[in-house]
């Protein structure tokens, strides 16, 4: 995929949940840039739509209407088998939860998004560096029940970079973990920001997490304020 | 392309070291019933079938019946007819039996059970009956007047005549009614051999025949030939005819009389048993997999979302079905094996028409097992496709 200016354009993109008889419109219309390099951190307050927007940029979604473009490629109507080699080679996802394979170690979660494309060998090396660059070199087998909550967020970011994507998603990655592990995490997202160069969009609604990022987005009311 | 295809055994590798002892036990466990009740039910039913048919083989007809060409009464030349059935290549053995024309009288009751003339050591070349004597021995050579009857000539427990000679004992005088005129016979044994039709008949030696009626001197009423291999009756009867042999010539299923409705009725029920247990089977293992791939659907979603391609998910929980399956198969076959075949061998079922142990078809125990292994690969199949058909975000958040 050839390299664009913005790795991701988004224009006036709407999505309506229905939650039973109610529909409730998450997005109206939201349009916005994420260059190269960008650490953008999106904010806003709980069922405000960003999330929402996170899902549909991480092509874990569809919206209703709008267009999102990838380095330059509309994805919206694109089929789920080129979606879902996009997210594999393109884009590192990272859930609030967490989101481990239960039976797979640490070193196993990391290396399989990269047993995908090369060979089991440099998957394991690779997988290896990235959880050593998180401090859980001495952590490799250790299933995620082993492991603490920062811990297991350290494990979904590594997982995340394994196939060095253009972008990085995080949606509320320190919602679920204390004030130390939190901030460990969130230095881990500024040192890949800003000695590695990769794209971040992370969603928050800690005020004091705002301030890891070069430019903050409020959402409210499924529009950009 | 190539490294991805080794993604399915990764990861069924991992699940099946991370998966609960106890539930994949139970999993195994539950499986393995499901094969047991399809391979117990056929094989107890062909063990039925299988016994009757052995039965009537052993006691009564032997492989094949020849009978005498139609409008003639007797095969004559009996002897000589035994001698050349018996050097046909895949002939065993051959005797010749003749119904007595005549009624039984014991004390004041008279029944009319069949009477059949023998060569005592013929017979028991093509025949059980004398190895099934409970009472008294079997006929020998040049026994004149002595007479060997069946279990149910006596009235005995469980008998099913209504006229019988209940209370006789060895020893006792029975006359034989020919013609009007009675001929005194020593009764010299009972036998019992497990099957009706068989249980109901009486024997004497073709030398007592002699004496009675000079007529039927080597004429019988029918053949019985017994062959190498049971199933090529047919071939063996075109060798037959090949030696000149003429007659009528029957199969022992075409002589099995009412056992073959009893038969075709075994068949019948255990081809409908068959069809549920599979419906049993397939529900139970559909229900297995079914209810541990939803509890996958997190994992599931997880892997779609870091770009892990559905067809490669597919193969995984199709995979490990598989193995659920086999390994159910492989346990349900030892069990049966090694427990209920020895247990049912050594207590067979006793039925009127003979002792019934599990038959091993083995041709029919790998097709259900086969079967099995199917009915895992769609139930893996079926609901992994609608799982990875279903939305990330559902599947990630369980809903």
């Known amino acids: ?225 | 392309m190539k490294n991805e295809f080794k993604i399915p055994f990764f990861l069924l590798g991992r699940f099946m070291r991370g998966s609960n002892k106890w539930t994949l036990s139970l999993v195994i466990f539950l499986l393995a019933i499901a094969y047991i009740n399809l391979i117990f039910v056929n094989s107890l039913f062909q063990g039925v079938i299988s016994a009757s048919n052995q039965q009537v083989i052993n006691t009564s007809t032997g492989n094949i019946v020849i009978t005498p060409v139609e409008g003639q009464e007797f095969i004559s030349n009996a002897e000589a007819t035994v001698s050349r059935a018996e050097q046909a290549d895949e002939v065993n053995a051959a005797a010749a039996e003749t119904e007595v024309p005549a009624s039984l009288r014991y004390q004041v009751i008279d029944a009319n059970f069949p009477v059949i003339a023998i060569d005592p050591e013929q017979e028991s070349r093509v025949t059980n009956i004398s190895q099934k004597m409970i009472q008294g021995s079997y006929l020998k050579a040049g026994d004149t007047d002595q007479i060997i009857i069946g279990r149910q000539v006596t009235g005995a427990q469980g008998a099913q005549n209504l006229s019988t000679f209940e209370g006789i004992q060895v020893g006792d005088k029975i006359s034989l009614v020919v013609s009007g005129i009675p001929h005194e016979f020593t009764l010299k044994g009972i036998f019992y051999s497990k099957f009706l039709e068989a249980d109901n008949r009486t024997f004497v030696t073709r030398q007592a025949l002699d004496g009675l009626l000079p007529d039927l001197h080597d004429k019988a009423s029918n053949i019985i030939v017994r062959i190498a291999k049971t199933g090529t009756e047919q071939t063996v009867i075109g060798q037959l005819r090949d030696r000149g042999i003429t007659g009528t010539f029957n199969t022992w299923e075409a002589m099995a009389g009412q056992l073959t409705t009893v038969v075709d009725s075994f068949i019948t029920i255990n081809a409908l048993l068959t069809t549920v247990g599979f419906l049993i089977a397939a529900v139970t293992i559909f229900i297995i997999i079914y209810v541990d791939i939803s509890h996958r659907r997190q994992e599931i979603g997880i892997l779609r979302a870091i770009g892990i391609k559905g067809y490669l998910i597919r193969t995984t929980y199709v995979f490990q079905s598989l193995v659920y399956t086999v390994l159910g198969v492989a346990v349900g076959a030892a069990v049966f094996f090694a427990v209920l075949v020895p247990y049912f061998w050594v207590h067979p079922f006793v039925l009127p028409l003979g002792d019934v142990t599990l038959a091993i078809l083995v041709d029919d125990l790998i097709g259900r097992g086969f079967g099995v292994l199917l009915l895992g690969i769609a139930s893996g199949l079926i609901p992994s496709i609608i799982v990875t058909r279903a939305k990330i975000l559902d599947e990630i958040a369980g809903r």
């Open chain 1, 1 to 225: 995929m050839s390299k664009n200016r913005d790795v991701i354009q988004v224009k006036s993109l709407e999505k309506t949940y229905a939650l039973g008889e109610i529909k409730v419109k998450a997005l109206r219309g939201v349009s916005l840039s994420i260059a190269y390099g960008d650490f953008l951190v999106v904010t806003g307050r709980n069922g405000s739509g960003k999330s929402t927007l996170l899902h549909q940029l991480g092509l874990l979604d569809h919206p209703d209407a709008g267009e999102i473009f990838f380095a330059g490629q509309e994805v919206t109507l694109m089929p789920e088998r080129r979606r879902t080699e996009l997210r594999l080679r393109n884009i590192g996802y990272i859930f609030q939860e967490f989101a481990l394979i239960p039976e797979l170690t640490a070193l196993e979660n990391v290396m399989l998004p990269a047993m995908m494309i090369g060979a089991r060998g440099s998957a394991r090396k690779r997988a290896q560096e990235l959880l050593a660059r998180v401090d859980l070199e001495n952590n490799l087998d250790h299933l995620p029940s082993q492991l603490s909550g920062g811990e297991q967020q350290k494990v979904a970011i590594a997982r995340a970079l394994i196939n060095d994507p253009m972008i990085i998603f995080a949606d509320e990655p320190t919602a679920n973990l204390d004030s130390i592990a939190a901030t460990d995490v969130i230095s881990v997202f500024q040192s890949l920001n800003r000695e590695a160069d990769h794209t971040i969009v992370m969603v928050t609604h800690e005020p004091e997490e705002t301030a890891c990022g070069n430019r903050v987005i409020t959402i409210a009311d499924g529009l950009i304020r």
